[in-house]
């Protein structure tokens, strides 16, 4: 759900709708939206985690 806004903002920006990324992290400023993104994606394989009740 997280990588979704990033997603639509990383299509559009290639589209020439919206400004990319690029323009408006830069280089070195890419590792925040990476950051999040892949924060979301390891609370939501936390979330799928199957304990196993032995």
């Known amino acids: ?5 990033f997603l639509l903002w990383g299509m559009f920006g290639a589209m020439g709708i919206v400004p990319s ?3 408006v992290f830069g280089v070195l400023g890419l590792r925040i939206p990476a950051a ?3 924060f979301g994606l390891l ?3 936390v979330g799928f985690w199957e304990y196993d009740d032995d």
């Open 21 to 23: 990324l690029y323009e």
């Open 36 to 38: 999040i993104t892949i």
């Open 43 to 45: 609370i939501a394989a």
């Open 1 to 5: 759900m997280i990588a979704v806004p």
